[in-house]
């Protein structure tokens, strides 16, 4: 074999092998992904709370939601859900929040922080009673429900259970 042909064929080995590599290692640079936040979440149930407000009286289960330990997150990242039926929130004012039952509530609309971290809570009810209707609402109360703690952030189609909770009668 002639010296041209073998250095020929040495520099495109050596080309093909450069591909193959520089290939490889751009594949697995994009395949990179954001990794979910580390957190710790506590519940807190109270079954048949007298719940009164500015406007209406209720009776009501609620749980108490608060972040004891880890990461920081966005409230708009962070959300409560349930499968069962929906579920609505007290405001700070000790107020009822969210005109609708949902079964997802972010914590930005609960009215948490900017920033969520250790200490801070939010509180989600289900109605079992109006005080001022007479018909019973058509809600499960929270004893057979499961709650959880999603991290869902804006404009993307990840999302991490970061908490769990089901009620001692499910």
């Given at each position: 074999?002639?010296p041209?042909?073998?250095?020929?064929?040495?520099v495109?080995?050596?080309?093909?092998l450069?591909?193959?590599?520089?290939?490889?290692?751009?594949?697995?640079?994009?395949?990179?992904?954001?990794?979910?936040?580390q957190?710790?979440?506590?519940?807190?149930?109270?079954?048949?709370?007298?719940?009164?407000?500015d406007?209406?009286?209720?009776?009501?289960?609620?749980?108490?939601?608060?972040?004891?330990?880890?990461?920081t997150?966005?409230?708009?990242?962070?959300?409560?859900?349930?499968?069962?039926?929906?579920?609505?929130?007290?405001?700070?004012?000790?107020?009822?929040?969210?005109?609708?039952?949902?079964?997802?509530?972010t914590?930005?609309?609960?009215?948490?922080p900017?920033?969520?971290?250790a200490?801070?809570?939010?509180?989600?009810?289900?109605?079992?009673?109006?005080?001022?209707?007479?018909?019973?609402?058509?809600?499960?109360?929270?004893?057979?429900?499961?709650?959880?703690?999603?991290?869902?952030?804006?404009?993307?189609d990840?999302?991490a259970?970061?908490?769990?909770?089901?009620?001692?009668?499910?």
């Open positions: 074999m002639s041209v042909i073998s250095v020929i064929l040495m495109a080995i050596t080309v093909i450069a591909a193959v590599i520089a290939t490889s290692v751009f594949v697995i640079g994009d395949t990179t992904t954001s990794v979910a936040p957190a710790t979440f506590s519940f807190d149930l109270e079954d048949n709370v007298e719940y009164n407000t406007y209406d009286s209720y009776t009501a289960d609620k749980v108490t939601i608060t972040h004891d330990a880890g990461d997150i966005d409230s708009n990242s962070l959300a409560v859900r349930t499968y069962g039926d929906g579920i609505k929130y007290i405001k700070d004012n000790g107020n009822l929040g969210g005109f609708n039952y949902r079964s997802t509530w914590f930005e609309e609960m009215g948490a900017k920033k969520v971290s200490g801070t809570s939010v509180t989600v009810v289900t109605i079992q009673q109006d005080a001022d209707d007479d018909a019973d609402r058509d809600v499960t109360s929270l004893n057979r429900q499961e709650l959880y703690v999603v991290y869902e952030p804006p404009n993307s990840t999302s259970t970061l908490g769990y909770w089901a009620g001692p009668d499910e």
